[in-house]
């Protein structure tokens, strides 16, 4: 499928690019090779085909949760600039 200037243009508008002279048939041609390649794939007998998310497979590869105790109130707030046990204390943010 071959795009013509007046299509490229408008192309370009809707990306907001400026092009120049060279630009514009440069990417006329790359852009008739990508839809001629297109039509090629939108030959393919595909009935039979699984789609995929990912082309190859995956899984989840972090660590299963475990219960651990946390950190005590006391420990947690002795970095902490101000604090209302057992709360930090931050300033008001809404009136």
Known sequence: MRIDRKELEHIAALARLELNEDEILQSAEQLSQILDYMSVINELDLTDCETLSHSIGQENVS??????????????????????????????VIE
Not at 63 to 91: S, T
């Open 63 to 92: 660590r299963p949760d475990e219960l651990k105790p946390g950190l005590p109130v006391k420990e947690v707030l002795e970095n902490a600039p101000e604090a209302l046990p057992p709360y930090f204390k931050v300033p008001r």
